[in-house]
């Protein structure tokens, strides 16, 4: 199944750092806008980045901007998305999605290719 592949959760402490990768596998992220969304346990997914073809990039305004940053390397086909001073209420489980075209949406019904996700727990 082709699918996007996210890396780098793990356990850390309040504060910490973290760089989430987001790669293609053998899905191309050439001319698409790719996001990341979260869910936690008991919660809905939400939005958290997006980043489109031309590197336009749009943030969840209450928890992401100013402390996530997403980035993409168009060459190696990779997506990533830098999550600074992080929080106990940032655990969850982080997904990474292929839009239908080169634009980002806060949707997810505008993402049509998911990854299995990759857990982030910020200890307190």
């Known amino acids: 199944q082709v699918q996007p592949v996210e890396s780098g959760g793990g356990l850390v402490q309040a504060g910490d750092s973290l760089r989430l990768s987001c790669a293609g596998s053998?899905?191309?992220?050439?001319?698409?806008?790719v996001g990341w969304f979260r869910q936690a346990p008991g919660k809905t997914r939400e939005f958290v980045a997006a980043?489109?073809?031309?590197?336009?990039?749009?943030y969840d305004l209450d928890f992401a901007k100013g402390r996530f940053t997403i980035s993409r390397d168009n060459a190696k086909n990779l997506v990533y998305l830098q999550l600074n001073s992080l929080k106990p209420e940032d655990t969850a489980v982080y997904y990474c999605?292929?839009?239908?075209?080169?634009?980002?949406?806060?949707?997810?019904?505008?993402?049509?290719?998911w990854g299995q996700g990759t857990q982030v727990t910020v200890s307190s």
């Open positions: 999605a292929r839009a239908r075209d080169y634009t980002w949406s806060l949707s997810s019904n505008h993402y049509d290719y």
């Open positions: 053998g899905l191309t992220f050439s001319h698409y806008a």
């Open positions: 980043i489109n073809w031309s590197n336009g990039t749009a």
